[in-house]
């Protein structure tokens, strides 16, 4: 896997999570992530595998992740002055104009690629509405990127007490749903989504290559098992054997 | 103008039991996808894709890999499509060299019903044996157990695929009577070795993360040990597999008696070019050829305290 040095343009804390912003001139389609890590020679060993991350954003100019800090390795990138990134990888959100207005949920750290989705669907004036579930305050704090978002959070500190489902949306009403979160989450979305309306779910995986190779990052599917990285992230709903 | 170095290719070919190879590199078996082939051209003087079973097979369910300190811990359990399938498409792995096939059985039958299958295609110049995939229950037959079980399959193979070169791959726990064994049976290489053993747990939830073989720079010492003495014990040729990850990496396997070098975990982490340039850029820095490394530790004392004379 081919990695790129890049400076870190900016960083920002928001709340619990972190923003690097770098400069990328390449296409990214929403819903698509990168392999992220800090150097080392000729590879860092510890931590020794690359992170994914959705693009948070990307203005053609500059691209922006948007992460948590869970353990060394994410640790590590909240310090970096230079990150070592792969090119934009697997399939983001299918855009399908004409399904009228679209609903996009997002749990967690989930809420990452709904940010460069809106951007889409703001550029192809299609409309819709943002769901966003957080555990607390703390992580409520990126909410404030996304106007007119409804919320809710777990512990109830912030909008509605409950997970994203409870802020009350009728997923019904909508003709297309974009989500991304744990999987637990999306099983549920699916669930409020029916049958009736396009929905389209951001998994998240464990990942060793990011490329297709090490078969690691795999959803269960009718049929067997496929590739996170390659046949996803983004999957139809319809298509995920949970 | 850019004047190129006849030497950065020449100087890299070797012979591996009778098939001329640009480079002495090569993928490890279920470490490059068809979707990465992109990412390697030029770099590899053989290809060889991810084992192929008589019938498809899933997998195991996720979680399959974790990260360990210079390495991984994977238990991908096999996954792929099947032989059949697996031939159909197997065209898109030719990139001009010499195709190598990976096959796993759960029976000595099963081993030599494949090896039959692929000796009427001649798209493929050799059969690797997985003899040593920690991660999947050996039906009729434990592979790994020891030397009678690697003879009996590998003599089966042979009689089922005269017509091409068998290379054994054989986990590091016993090698050098399995390697032994792997020879008389009619072996035309060995490679040395497959993951090992590897057990991670998640102190979150207490429970095992993912039991199955550890590989990565981790495991390169281990793989050098097992390279030096199976070269040692045998006389047809070692292919060196096992944490390799920089150019000096491939260098010190053929050292230690590697005709060839697989590169596997690190084309996770770094592009394979880089790996195939730094290689030649040692060879041209010391004004040596590849093929001149291949055992040039044969016979030589080590000198390391611990070292084992061999």
Redesign the interface.
Known sequence: MKFYEVKIEERKVLGSYSLLRYRWRGTVEPGQFVMVRTAGYPVSLDPFLARPFSFYDHDGETASLLFEVRGRGTANLDLATTIEVTNPLGKGFRIEPGLGRAALLGGGIGVAPLKILARHLDALDLTYDVFLGFADERSSVVAREFPGAEVATMDGTVGTLGTVLDTGVALQDYGAVYSCGPNPMLAAVRLAAGDGVVCQLSVEERMGCGNGSCNGCVVPVRGGYVRSCIEGPVFDAEALAW | MVVRDRRTDADLAVDLCGLPLRTPLMPAS???????LG?VEGVYGAMLP?TTTPV?R??N????????????V?S?GL?NPGVERFLRDLDAFDLGVPLFVSVAGDTVAEFAELCERLAADDRISAVELNLSCPNVECGGLAFCAGPASVEEVVAACRAAVPNKRILAKLTNEGVVENARAAESAGADGLTVINTIPALTIDPKTQKVLVRGGLS??AIKPVALRAVYDVSGAVSVPVVGSGGV??GTDVAEFMLAGATAVQVGT??????P??IHS?FAAYLRERGQEAAELTGALRGVRPTVAGGTEV
């Not at chain 2, 369910?61 to 991984?72: I, K, L, S, Y």
């Not at chain 2, 690190?266 to 592009?271: E, G, L, P, T």
């Open positions: 279920g470490t490059l996808s068809r979707e990465a990412e991810k498809a899933a997998g369910p996720p979680p399959r890999v974790a990260e360990t300190p210079a390495g991984m994977n991908i996954q990565g720079p990850t920089s690190a084309s996770f982490v770094r592009d070019q880089e730094e």
